[in-house]
């Protein structure tokens, strides 16, 4: 059997996601859960498909009075005020139902602000502009570092030589149980291990 512990130290996953995106939540869970498993650093970031498609004709996420502009400005916020580790825990309840199960969408962000330790008043600043610079600065740290076209999350593994690859995926229908989500980050470490790695796309 591997020894995962001497295999995975010194390992770091930087998570570029919309937290109104709701396959995102399925990767931002499974990084989570192989973080409880494995010594693994993992930091938090927000991005936008606001920021991401505010110049397409297409509107690909149907949302024509911009609604999805509003967690992310708030997760701006939140990494902006109380760092990156508050932002993990704020996506986090905003899919999380009080018992603990998932949500079908997003519930109330002052509600998820709450139940994160955060001040309820930065829900305000979803509807105004405060933190738009810092939404795309984020945004762009994370997009940026892939040349084809992209959504959410972006994630990019540092190896503990401190060689980083970055790319766009795993895109995750649901949070995988115990041994695939193993099995995946495994997978995960293998390919950012390849140098001429690009993508995957099913």
């Not at 193993?182 to 997978?187: G, H, K, Y």
């Amino acid at each position: 059997m591997t020894d995962r512990t001497s295999t995975t130290t010194g390992w770091s996953i930087d998570v570029w996601l919309d937290p109104a995106c709701p396959l995102t939540r399925h990767t931002a869970r499974w990084v989570a859960q192989i973080a409880e498993e494995v010594p693994l650093r993992v930091c938090w970031h927000v991005m936008s498909l606001s920021v991401l498609n505010e110049r397409r004709d297409d509107a690909p996420e149907g949302d024509p009075h911009g609604y999805l502009w509003i967690p992310a400005r708030v997760a701006a916020a939140v990494q902006t005020e109380h760092g990156h580790a508050a932002l993990g825990a704020f996506c986090d309840a905003l899919w999380t139902e009080l018992d603990g199960t998932e949500r079908e969408w997003i519930g109330d962000i002052g509600e998820a602000l709450q139940r994160s330790g955060l001040p309820t008043g930065l829900a305000e600043v979803g509807t105004c502009t405060d933190y738009d610079d810092e939404l795309r600065a984020s945004h762009h740290a994370g997009v940026d570092r892939i040349d084809s076209e992209i959504g959410t999350p972006v994630l990019a593994i540092t190896k503990p030589d401190g060689d980083q690859r970055s790319f766009f995926d795993p895109v995750l229908d649901a949070v995988p149980a115990r041994a695939d989500a193993i099995r995946l980050w495994e997978a995960a470490r293998l390919l950012a291990g390849v140098p001429t790695f690009r993508e995957i796309k099913a």
